[in-house]
Each structure stands twice: as structure tokens, then as C-alpha cells.
């Protein structure tokens, strides 16, 4: 099979069944079409599942999960040698697959194509701005050495081989997880950029955009467009700044209204409220599209879309980190040892619950790593979130947590005793409790949970001889590697306890970056092999827990 069309849709029957519709009329006919519906209660399945179709026609259900979890999951069922993304509003030239193949076979690995603006379309300002941006792209990604940007990547209509498709990993779904509005599409398109992919605007390859977002809808996108950037620029910081430049930063417009909506907790919610139903009511009646309300309906969106940026944490800038540390998720009351560094699974929930509304984001550790190399910035109150010594009530108690949170997380893994006990608190009267093994340990990597070092058996490494130091350093780095696990990035000291012999043993083992116990602040330029960590305890609940790490400071 030649294409296989994946339509993602939610809570649009009527269109979804239009754009279905419209593909009757394809001249190339070497096709199937994928709807997944993402947890539609309007009746869309059934709907689909009721017509009658010259082609393959599946229709898959899903609970919500945004936009780009339905696209993965209809690239996973497709047949097709070459995957065509249509969103659920877009209607099908009758030369589209034509035009999308005529681009392939002339050598191009990704196809974009026009979306005009539907004529049945609603009239309003909204479907006006949008057909005119509509045919002012196709204009300028038609003239001669045209470049495109990531911004151009839209996933409303773009072809791919099936295999590329996977080898990219696909869309990333956080974010649009929970089903709101993101920017899974320029972060895929950055990503076919930075693979060097052979991109090809095609104008002749149409889809009809039938454009039926009300103005109440479009401001709540623009939130969430503005969370999502937060996200985008933290993933790809190189385009950070061209992103919200797009947007204004830096003008005297920003200065002077949106940039105090950053910087002035609830400002933001106070304007929208204030401006929210005039704006709206006069945008529902500007029927042929009123320029003065629609100057002042963008400068609603405009502040709709900073409210976004300040809820996910700000434009990224190189702001202090805080790194902490747990021990055993379990109850460990009684235990002369272990008691104080064992925190319950409901207080450890609790734990990450009041990080959260205190504000702290967990980072993951290519963010951290970057941050550290002075490559990135970091949103407002960034946090990166480690377990020492990876026994297995990590895997039982802490992981359902941080993945509910949607936080990333390090497990600093003991690579000599995986699967056995903790000798080295067994010897000094504490309890024995099973470790991580092989097979746990890949299991927390698959579901994003980093892998880093802890040493081969837990030794005070200062009391090491220098004969032993790289066995017990560099060897844990490359027991990880033999087990499948990607390469090691971090290293944490047993017992948080280094010198200048072990930060160098660190160093020449290949990690980035080795952490003790020492409470601190982590900022750029710091002597990466000493990073400080703050540990939390059993009796680190609410308000303490805030306090330890305010006072880390």
C-alpha cells in the first residue's frame, strides 16, 4: 500500500465525517484511512464506522490524550509506505495523494502542502485571518529558495515515509497531554530539520480548511500555546529566543502590557477577566471582520498566550536549580539505620504534591545538562528529582507517583549488587531491602526513568586505593552499558562523600556530571563534579519540606 492517511479527531463528528467523505473523490486510489478518535463522546465512531467506503477505513478509539497520542496511534496501525497527516477539518483536493506522490518520487522525504481556507467556512474575523495567513504561506514557501523553519512544519497536512516517521520516534505527546492545544508539530518538524531531511513545499497538494474555531476557543488555544512554547524552548533551547520573539518579547508593546503579566502573580487572570466578555462579544459580532476589534482581540490573545508562558513557568532562563534526593520509598518505622531516610509512599505522594503547588517544576536530566553547560535555561523554580541506591520500591511506589506528576526522575543504581540486598547499611544493624535488578532497572529506563551510577558496591570511595578507584567509579559506568542501559550520564557519590583523587576518577569515567549531599543551589559554571543535592527525609512533609529548600539557598 502506497499512503496511509491518519486523521486524528476529537469531538467533531460532523467534520471528521466530511474529511472522510472527501477522500471518495482521490484519483490515486493506492490508499487507507486511520481515524483515531480521542475520546469523543459526540458519537464519531459510530458515525465513521456507519459509512460506506470505496477504500480501507479504521477507526480506532482511544481515551483522550491529545492530538499527538492519536497520531502515533494511528501511525502505528498504518500500512502504508508513506504516512500523510491530515488534521480532522481538512478537506481533500481530489489531487492530493497525486501531488504528495509526485514530490516523494522526486526525491523529497517530507511533503507539506496548501490549506486554503474552506469557502463553507463560517464568515468572521477569525476565518478571514485565517485564509489570508493561509495564502500568504503558500506564496512565500513558493518562491525560489524558499526556507522553511519549523514553523512552516505543520502537521495539518505533511507526508513522511513510514520508516523515517518511526526512526524520529514520532510525535512527542507531552504536549498535548490531557488533550489540550501544543505544539507536538514544530517540535516534529524541528526534529526533521535537525535530521536533515529533504523538505518539499508542494502548493498544488490541497486540503480545504474548514475553519470553525469560535473566538472563545481560539483564546483558550493561545494559552495553551504559550505553555506549550515554555515546553518547546526547554526542549529546543537554540530556538527559544526566535520563538517568543515571534510572539513580541522585546518589543515596547511587551514591555509596557505583557511583560509585568510574567513577572506579577495573578495579573494576568485579573486583565482577562476584565477584558474577556467585552472582547469576546464584540468578536462574535464582527461578521465581515472589523479591524479595530480585531487589533484588540489580538492584543486578548496576545495576553492570553503570556498567561500560557507564566503558568508553565516563564521564558527559560538560567535560573538556580535545586536537586533532591530520596532514599527508600517505603515505611521504615522502627529501623535503627534506615527510619529517617525512608519515606512512605502516601508522604512521598504528598511530597511531590506540595512541590507542586508551591510551583517547583521537575527537569528532566538533558535539560539539567544543559543548563549545567550554560546551553539552556530553566523555568521558574526548576527542580531535578533523584533516588540513590535503586531498590526496588522505587520501581513499586515512587514510579506510579512521578509518572501522575508527568516528572522525570534519576535512579542512581549500585552496579555490584543489583538484584541483591544493601550490604553496606546491613553491616551497620539496618534491615535488608531487595535492590533493582537488571531486568527493573531497564523497565525504569523504558518509561523515562534515567539510569545513572552509584559505584559498583557503596564504598566510601575517599577510603578507596587509588588501585581500585576506576574499578569501582568507571567499572559501575560500563556494568550499566553491558545491561542494554544507555551510557550514564550522572554519577552520585556513596554517601555523598568525595575528594579531588574521586571528582577526578569521575571525570575520566565519561559522566557529565557527579553529585554529593552537600545542600545547595546548582548554577551555571559550578565545578560539575560537585554539585550539591538536598536530601529529603521522612519528616519532610508541607511546610518543611518548602522550608529546606527555601533555606538551601
Not at 55 to 79: C, I, K, T, W
Not at 285 to 290: C, H, T, V, W, Y
Amino acid at each position: 500500500m502506497r499512503f496511509s492517511i491518519v486523521i486524528p479527531t476529537y469531538q467533531r463528528r460532523d467534520l471528521a465525517l466530511a474529511a472522510v467523505r472527501a477522500l471518495e473523490s482521490q484519483e490515486l486510489r493506492d490508499f487507507e484511512a486511520i481515524v483515531v478518535v480521542d475520546g469523543s463522546a459526540d458519537g464519531t465512531a459510530q458515525a465513521l464506522r456507519g459509512l460506506q467506503t470505496s477504500f480501507p477505513l479504521a477507526v480506532h478509539e482511544q481515551p483522550n490524550a491529545g492530538a499527538a497520542s492519536a497520531r502515533n496511534r494511528g501511525a502505528a496501525a498504518a500500512r502504508g509506505e508513506i504516512l500523510l497527516f491530515l488534521d480532522d477539518d481538512m478537506e481533500a483536493h481530489p489531487r492530493l495523494l497525486l501531488e504528495h506522490d509526485r514530490s516523494h518520487r522526486e526525491g523529497a522525504e517530507v511533503v507539506l502542502g496548501h490549506i486554503p481556507l474552506h469557502p463553507d467556512s463560517p464568515r468572521g474575523m477569525l476565518s478571514r485571518a485565517v485564509g489570508s495567513w493561509a495564502e500568504s504561506r503558500a506564496r512565500k514557501l513558493s518562491e525560489p529558495g524558499a526556507e522553511l523553519t519549523f514553523y512552516d512544519l505543520l502537521t495539518g497536512q505533511i507526508s513522511l515515509r513510514r520508516d523515517l516517521f518511526r526512526r524520529l520516534g514520532g510525535f512527542d505527546d507531552a504536549f498535548t497531554r490531557g488533550g489540550t492545544y501544543g505544539d507536538e508539530d514544530l517540535d516534529f518538524g524541528q526534529r526533521l530539520l535537525d535530521a536533515g531531511c529533504r523538505i518539499v513545499f508542494n502548493p498544488e497538494a490541497v486540503s480545504w480548511q474548514r475553519y470553525v474555531v469560535t473566538p472563545q476557543e481560539h483564546l483558550l488555544r493561545w494559552r495553551q500555546t504559550g505553555r506549550a512554547d515554555v515546553l518547546f524552548a526547554r526542549k529546543h533551547p537554540h530556538r527559544a529566543e526566535a520563538l517568543f520573539q515571534a510572539h513580541g518579547a522585546g518589543t515596547a508593546e511587551f514591555r509596557r502590557l505583557f511583560r509585568p503579566v510574567l513577572e506579577i502573580p495573578g495579573l494576568g487572570a485579573l486583565l482577562a477577566a476584565v477584558l474577556r466578555l467585552p472582547i469576546l462579544f464584540l468578536a462574535s459580532r464582527a461578521k465581515g471582520g472589523s479591524a479595530m476589534i480585531f487589533r484588540w482581540f489580538r492584543r486578548a490573545r496576545t495576553l492570553e498566550y503570556w498567561r500560557g508562558v507564566r503558568e508553565a513557568g516563564g521564558i527559560p532562563r538560567p535560573r538556580p536549580l535545586r536537586v533532591l534526593a530520596w532514599h527508600s520509598i517505603a515505611d521504615l518505622a522502627g529501623d535503627p539505620v534506615l527510619e529517617p531516610y525512608a519515606v512512605p509512599a502516601d508522604r512521598f505522594r504528598d511530597q511531590l504534591r506540595a512541590l507542586r503547588r508551591a510551583g517547583y517544576r521537575p527537569v528532566g536530566v538533558s535539560e539539567a545538562v544543559r543548563f549545567l553547560e550554560g546551553r539552556g535555561g530553566l523555568p521558574r523554580r526548576p527542580v531535578l528529582l533523584t533516588f540513590d541506591d535503586a531498590y526496588e520500591d522505587l520501581a513499586q511506589a515512587a514510579l506510579p507517583a512521578l509518572e501522575e506528576h508527568g516528572a522525570p526522575a534519576v535512579a542512581f543504581a549500585v552496579s555490584g549488587r543489583l538484584g541483591g540486598t544493601n550490604e553496606w547499611d546491613r553491616k551497620i544493624g539496618a534491615r535488608a531491602l531487595p535492590l533493582l535488578d537488571a531486568a527493573g532497572l531497564r523497565e525504569l529506563s523504558e518509561r523515562g526513568i534515567e539510569i545513572g551510577a552509584h559505584s559498583r558496591t557503596h564504598p566510601v570511595l575517599t577510603r578507596v586505593p587509588d588501585a581500585e578507584i576506576d574499578a569501582e567509579i568507571a567499572g559501575s559506568r560500563q556494568d550499566l552499558e553491558r545491561l542494554g542501559l544507555p551510557a550514564p550520564r550522572l554519577f552520585a557519590y556513596p554517601y555523598g562523600v568525595e575528594d579531588e583523587r574521586v571528582r577526578r576518577a569521575a571525570q575520566g569515567a565519561g559522566f557529565t556530571a557527579a553529585f554529593t549531599v552537600s545542600p545547595g543551589l546548582v548554577r551555571p559554571g559550578q565545578d560539575p563534579y560537585r554539585l550539591p543535592r538536598i536530601e529529603v527525609l521522612r519528616g519532610d512533609s508541607g511546610w518543611r519540606l518548602l522550608w529546606k529548600l527555601a533555606r538551601a539557598r
